[in-house]
T-cell receptor, first 110, second 113 residues
């Protein structure tokens, strides 16, 4: 069974620091990887996607992918209180649908 | 705003009643997905459509669940004889032809009493 694993947290990070969120997945043949942010009671909002090994940067966000280690991470620089949310890692295992982890709850401490 | 809308946003029903949810993606979304999310869990895949064709259904989708996308535009998800275990957020996502990315609507929160 194809699985996505995340530490559920909570992860507490001081305002202005770097938040590091991690995700592992079960299938080396996986094709695409996504990070969604979800505020309480709201639907998932796409933050970043990454397809190739290495880093991808978008503003304060950097996604890192290591297919050999089956590991994808999200770094949030200069963390803001508005970044407090649950971050969902999702993987397309090549079968159309997304498989999600349980999410990591991030709290930014002012 | 992803352009994907869902109605109703909230639904409270009594056990045994039937409910129907609607999802309206943008015109570019030839693929449409339904997911279910319970508290503390990530979304779980239910079914998806490419245009009007329903191409895959999860084992989570019991016989009480049915989904349609009659003209390849909006989609409906119906739950018959609701049970308390059906209480969840039902999420719809759209995806265009030239992208792998799914964009979610605001969801419909179902509470079965």
């Amino acid at each position: 069974q194809k699985e996505v694993e995340q530490n559920s947290g909570p992860l507490s990070v001081p305002e202005g620091a770097i938040a590091s969120l991690n995700c592992t997945y079960s299938d080396r043949g996986s094709q695409s990887f996504f990070w969604y942010r979800q505020y309480s009671g709201k639907s998932p909002e796409l933050i970043m996607f990454i397809y190739s090994n290495g880093d991808k940067e978008d503003g304060r966000f950097t996604a890192q992918l290591n297919k050999a280690s089956q590991y994808v991470s999200l770094l949030i620089r200069d963390s803001q209180p508005s970044d407090s949310a649950t971050y969902l890692c999702a993987v397309n295992f090549g079968n159309e649908k997304l498989t999600f982890g349980t999410g990591t709850r991030l709290t930014i401490i002012p | 705003d992803t352009g994907v809308s869902q109605n109703p946003r909230h639904k409270i029903t009594k056990r045994g009643q039937n409910v129907t949810f609607r999802c309206d993606p943008i015109s570019e979304h030839n693929r449409l997905y339904w997911y279910r999310q319970t508290l503390g869990q990530g979304p779980e895949f239910l079914t998806y459509f490419q245009n009007e064709a329903q191409l895959e259904k999860s084992r989570l989708l019991s016989d009480r669940f049915s989904a349609e996308r009659p003209k390849g535009s909006f989609s409906t998800l119906e739950i018959q004889r609701t049970e308390q275990g059906d209480s969840a957020m039902y999420l719809c996502a759209g995806r265009g032809l030239d992208t792998d990315t799914q964009y979610f609507g605001p969801g419909t929160r179902l509470t079965v009493l």
